[in-house]
C-alpha cells in the first residue's frame, strides 16, 4: 500500500517529463501522406478510440497477468510479463475496506450497477485512506438477472472473463496509471475526452431557454444557469434525448470542430444512432434494441454517452444518416455524428477517418446493470478484429478506455491535480477532503466541480508501433488522448480556457515510432483467444 502511495507520488513529479515526451513524439518523422491529406506528425495516420462505460483498472486488471483458472479458459501469461500496481496479497486478504475483494466468475457477468456520482467517488476515497467504497458505491442488489453481493462494488474480473483485454495487453501495451479526468458518471468523462472541459454548461428547457437543472450542473451562474457539468444531463441538441426535463448545452471549441477547422477527417460512431423511426417533423426515435447475455432487452442508444451532441457545432440533431460513403468523416448532412455500422461500412469500402470515436449499443459497452464483460468482449474484438485484417492497420493506433469507474473499487489514490472547492451548500459536492474540500490549490480555469483526477481506468493501446507485452507508468488521463490527436495532427494546439488538456501526460512511452513490432493479433469473439 505504502509502495502504490510513493509511486504515484514519483509520476506526479515527473509530469513535466511525461510532457516532454509528447513533443518529442510530435517530432517523429511522418510516413508518407497522401496528396492533399493532413500530414500526421507521427506515422499514426489514424486513431480509432473505442470508449466503453463503467470500469476501474482494478476492476478488469488487479490480479494482472495472474488469472485463477477454475472456471475454464485458462490464461497463461506470457513470459516476461511485467506486473501492474494491482492487488497484492496484502489487498486481496487483509483490504482496509469493510469487504474483502472478490472475484467475480464468468458466471457472474451481469452484475447490479455500481454509484458513480461525483460525490459517492470522492467519499470512497476518504482522503486518500481508500477504504470507504462500501459505505459509498456498493450497491448490493438489483432485479435478476444481475448479480448482487454485500459489498459488490469490491468485485474484480481476471482473465478468465476479460480474456481479449488480457490478450491484448499481453500483445500490445497498456497503463496501469491513467486516470479519469474528473469524478463523476458518463457524461463529464464524455465532454473530457473531446474537451477537457465540463465547465460551460448551460441547463435549458424544451425550446432552449435557461432554467435551473435539477443536480446535473454545479455552482451555477444564477442568471444563465451555466456551470460545471457533474452529472448525467441528455444533451440538448438531441432531438433522440428526453426534453420533458432539463437539457445541457456546451459552449466553447471540442476537437471535433479543431480538426474540421484543420481539413481532418473525423467522425463519432456511437450504436443505435440510427432512428428505429421518426415522427412528425422528421423527429427520430431511437429505439432499436438488443438482448444481452441475460436475455433482457437494452435499448442500443443513450443520449449522455455522444458528448458531440452537447455542442451546436458538432450536433446531428434529427440524426440524419451521411449521404453516402464520400461524406464519412468529411460533415454532410450527418455532421460527423453516425450510426456505428457506418464505420463498418466505410472500412469495407476501403476508407477510414483519421481520427474514429467508436461507442458500443449499450448492450455490449460494459456498463454494469445492463451490459457486462462477455458482451463487450463480442463488440471489442470484432472491432479490432475488423481494423486489423483491413489496409489501416499499418498506421493506425487503437485505444481502448473508459468513460468513468462505476463506482467500482481501485486501490490507488488518484493525484489531484486540479482541486475543487464547491461550498455552495451545507452539503456541498465536493468531500475529498472535507466539506467542500477536494484537493488544495486554485482550480484549472477557476472552474469549480471539476476535481480531478478521478478514480483509475483501463487503457490498452493497440498498434504496429505499440511497445509489446508493456505496462505504462507514466501520469495520464482521458485528455491524454485528446493531447495525442491535438499533438498528431494540430501542431500540438489545445483547447484553451481552463481545459485540462493542457496538463495532459504524454501516451509516447506506450510507442516505439522508430520501428513497428507489434503482429496484428485475431482472436475468437467468444473466448477470447487467438483465434484458430
Known amino acids: 500500500m505504502h509502495w502504490s502511495i510513493r509511486r504515484t507520488m514519483a509520476v506526479v513529479a515527473a509530469g513535466g517529463l511525461c510532457l516532454a515526451g509528447t513533443a518529442a513524439a510530435s517530432a517523429a518523422p511522418a510516413a508518407h501522406q497522401a496528396p492533399g491529406s493532413v500530414v ?10 473505442i470508449f466503453d462505460e463503467n470500469v476501474s483498472f482494478d476492476h478488469y486488471f488487479g490480479t494482472y497477468p495472474n488469472a485463477a483458472n477454475t472456471d475454464g479458459n485458462p490464461f497463461r501469461a506470457l513470459r516476461g510479463t511485467p506486473s501492474v500496481n494491482g492487488l497484492t496479497p496484502a ?38 485512506l481508500m477504504d470507504a467504497f462500501v459505505q459509498n458505491t456498493s450497491v448490493d442488489a438489483c432485479s435478476p438477472p444481475n448479480v448482487g453481493a454485500p459489498g459488490l462494488t469490491m468485485g474484480y474480473y481476471d482473465g478468465n472473463t476479460v480474456t481479449a483485454l488480457w490478450k491484448y495487453a499481453q500483445h500490445f ?28 454548461g448551460t441547463s435549458v428547457n424544451a425550446n432552449g431557454s435557461p432554467v435551473a437543472d435539477p443536480g446535473e450542473v454545479g455552482t451555477q451562474n444564477p442568471t444563465t444557469f451555466t ?41 463519432w460512431f456511437q450504436g443505435g444512432f440510427a432512428p428505429s423511426h421518426r415522427i412528425h417533423g422528421g423527429i427520430p426515435v431511437c429505439g432499436k434494441a438488443h438482448n444481452n447475455i441475460g436475455g433482457v432487452s437494452v435499448t442500443d442508444y443513450s443520449p449522455h454517452h455522444d458528448p458531440f451532441e452537447y455542442y451546436a457545432a458538432t450536433a446531428n440533431p434529427n440524426h440524419v444518416p451521411p449521404a453516402n460513403l464520400r ?14 455500422s457506418w464505420f463498418f461500412k466505410d472500412l469495407a469500402a476501403g476508407h477510414m477517418p483519421s481520427v474514429s470515436f467508436l461507442k458500443a449499443a449499450k448492450y455490449q459497452d460494459g456498463h454494469a446493470g445492463y451490459s457486462d464483460p462477455v458482451d463487450e468482449q463480442h463488440f471489442l474484438v470484432k472491432t479490432v478484429n475488423a481494423i486489423m485484417k483491413s489496409n489501416f492497420w499499418n498506421n493506425t493506433a487503437i485505444m481502448i478506455t473508459y468513460d468513468d469507474s462505476d463506482g467500482w473499487y481501485d486501490h490507488v489514490m488518484p493525484p489531484i491535480v486540479n482541486p475543487s472547492a464547491d461550498a455552495s451548500t451545507p452539503t456541498s459536492l465536493d468531500q475529498l477532503n472535507g466539506n467542500g474540500v477536494c484537493g488544495h490549490g486554485t482550480p484549472q480555469g477557476g472552474f469549480q466541480d471539476r476535481c480531478g483526477y478521478g478514480p483509475r481506468l483501463p487503457f490498452v493501446l493497440i498498434s504496429p508501433f505499440a511497445r509489446t507485452n508493456y505496462v505504462s507508468g507514466s501520469l495520464t488521463d482521458q485528455t491524454s488522448v485528446l493531447a495525442f490527436i491535438e499533438n498528431n495532427w494540430l501542431h500540438g494546439a489545445r483547447i484553451g480556457n481552463g481545459s485540462m488538456d493542457a496538463l495532459a501526460g504524454s501516451l509516447g512511452d506506450m510507442f516505439t515510432f522508430h520501428h513497428p513490432v507489434a503482429k496484428p493479433l485475431i482472436l475468437n469473439a467468444n473466448t477470447g483467444e487467438a483465434a484458430r
Not at 40 to 49: E, F, G, L, M, N
Not at 327 to 340: R, W
Request: proline share 8%.
Open 40 to 49: 500526421s506528425a507521427t506515422p499514426i495516420k489514424h486513431v480509432v478510440v
Open 91 to 128: 489487498l486481496l486478504n487483509h483490504n482496509p475496506n469493510q469487504v474483502q475483494p472478490m472475484r467475480l466468475s464468468f458466471s457472474q457477468a451481469l452484475t447490479c450497477d455500481q454509484n458513480h456520482d461525483y460525490t459517492p467517488e470522492q467519499l470512497a476515497m476518504d482522503g486518500g
Open 173 to 200: 501495451a497498456m497503463s496501469d496509471n491513467f486516470y479519469g479526468t474528473g469524478f463523476g458518471p458518463s457524461t463529464p468523462g464524455a465532454l473530457n475526452l473531446i474537451s477537457g472541459q465540463t465547465f460551460g
Open 227 to 267: 456551470g460545471t457539468v457533474y452529472g448525467d444531463p441528455d444533451p440538448y441538441y438531441d432531438n433522440c434525448a428526453d426534453h420533458s426535463v432539463p437539457t445541457v448545452k456546451m459552449s466553447g471549441p471540442n476537437i471535433g470542430t479543431m480538426l474540421s477547422a484543420a481539413g481532418v477527417t473525423w467522425g
Open 327 to 340: 461524406e464519412i468523416g468529411k460533415g454532410g448532412q450527418a455532421n460527423h455524428n453516425y450510426d456505428l
